[in-house]
């Protein structure tokens, strides 16, 4: 099952790519709503093979997921790959320059089953797959508005007086 979606940024492809690697505020992101992440690897910088062991509630159940990044090309995107006991996912982002102040990026996630509750878990999702597309969507467009906002902030910041 893949979700897609398409998204056009106010900002410069590199200040767009610097925000949407900024893994640390993801990391702060997801603690804050109560769940626990770990970086497993001991790179110094930003590349292929950073991986972080998470865990959180969904449903009212304990989950754990592995993920890695796989691929990671510098202003043109990246691919994760998520690892939990009854799926598999590949993130993907992919970002392009539509002109020197606005950028498209391209946010989409591809499940697959790895176990018979997997599958069953997919299967319940396709039978509403037009509401979670569309819950998709917005939380992507949500997204794509906050770094908008990242981006205006850091530029009044560097703005001279």
Do not use: C
Not at 25 to 41: I, P, W, Y
Not at 57 to 67: D, H, L, N, T
Not at 123 to 131: D, F, P, V
């Amino acid at each position: 099952m893949k979700f897609s979606t398409k998204e056009d940024i106010e900002a410069p492809i590199e200040d767009a790519f610097a925000l949407f690697v900024d893994f640390d505020q993801f990391e702060r992101s997801a603690l804050r709503r109560g769940g626990q992440v770990r970086r497993t690897d001991s790179l110094k910088s930003k590349g292929v093979g950073m991986s972080w062991d998470a865990g959180f509630k969904f449903r009212g159940k304990a989950r754990k997921v592995s993920a890695e990044l796989i691929a990671y090309d510098p202003n043109d995107g990246y691919e994760m790959d998520v690892q939990s006991s009854d799926l598999n996912a590949i993130a993907t982002l992919e970002l392009m320059s539509l002109s020197k102040s606005r950028t498209r990026a391209t946010l989409s996630v591809e499940l697959k089953p790895k176990s018979l509750s997997g599958r069953l878990m997919i299967q319940t999702m396709r039978l509403g797959k037009s509401r979670l597309d569309k819950r998709y969507r917005i939380k992507a467009s949500d997204f794509a508005r906050i770094i908008e906002r990242q981006h205006k902030s850091n530029v009044k910041a560097q703005a001279p007086l």
